[in-house]
């Protein structure tokens, strides 16, 4: 079994065990309210049943949200091959946001904190993304190609056995393995169509791309502008001589 599928039953085995344990708390709210602690805090504030029967929809609704945020983060990265921790940020960040509206109509209870923690997800998730992307960098070194792209890694020039420089790239599919692919970048392991494997570390997909095969696999690498990868080329071709084709 490869890699990047023994990496998303890893990941995806994680969220199966919160779906079973939100069946369960699920149920225990339908069946036997009073066994569960939440619904038991709402009974000691004595605010009355309708007020206790609206936080029991409220912890039911929740409890499904969480079993369909799951669903979605695990069809999200097999189908289109985006990375779980990407993923989950985005979708519990709108998972939350739902909860609060849902809360408010329900209750009309909402803090400010929630909104708070709400906004500062989202400031910490946008800034995140732009200063990975901006820290990213591939440096010709005198006996390795360095790859610093939030997965850091090298390439001995003796293991390279040849590299092209081509137009676009493969596209792929699921199996995704410790990566994503957005804000013109696409990093980490990657499954082709042809089901084949090969590692991106790809800053611009509209500028020129090399592709590399190595004795650790095949990569697709450029740098964030074609002028940039323009000059890439020519620092690998000093380095490696004839095994640059084009």
């Known amino acids: 079994m490869s890699e990047s599928v023994l990496y998303f039953i890893d990941e995806a085995s994680f969220f199966v065990l919160i779906i079973l344990f939100c069946l369960i708390q699920a149920f225990r709210i339908k069946r036997n309210p009073d066994k569960v602690r939440a619904m038991r805090k709402v009974k000691e504030k004595q605010r ?3 007020y206790e029967a609206r ?3 409220y912890f039911f609704f ?5 079993i369909v945020t799951c669903l979605l983060i695990i ?9 779980f921790t990407n993923v989950s940020f985005a979708l519990i960040m709108v998972f939350v946001l739902i909860l609060i509206i849902v809360k408010r109509h329900l209750t009309g209870e909402v803090y400010l904190w929630h909104w708070v923690l709400f906004a500062l997800g989202i ?6 993304s732009f200063l990975a992307r901006n820290d990213s960098k591939v440096e010709v070194q005198n006996e390795k190609l360095s790859m610093e792209i939030e997965f850091w890694e090298k390439v001995d020039y003796p293991s390279i056995d040849s590299v092209l420089v081509v137009d676009e790239l493969p596209r792929t599919k699921y199996g995704c393995f410790e990566g994503y692919s957005y804000l013109g970048s696409k990093i980490g392991v990657f499954r082709l169509k042809d089901g084949s494997e090969a590692k991106f570390y790809v800053l611009n997909k509209k500028a020129p791309v090399l592709e590399l095969y190595t004795q650790k696999g095949r990569y697709f690498v450029n740098r964030k502008t074609a002028a940039e990868t323009e000059q ?11 095994k640059m084709k084009g």
Do not use: N, P
């Open 48 to 50: 009355g049943e309708e």
């Open 55 to 57: 936080m029991r929809t």
């Open 62 to 66: 929740e409890c499904l949200a969480s």
């Open 75 to 83: 069809l999200i990265c097999w189908l289109f091959g985006f990375d």
């Open 123 to 128: 400031v910490v998730m946008i800034v995140f």
């Open 232 to 242: 890439l080329i020519e620092e690998l071709r000093d380095k490696i001589g004839d």
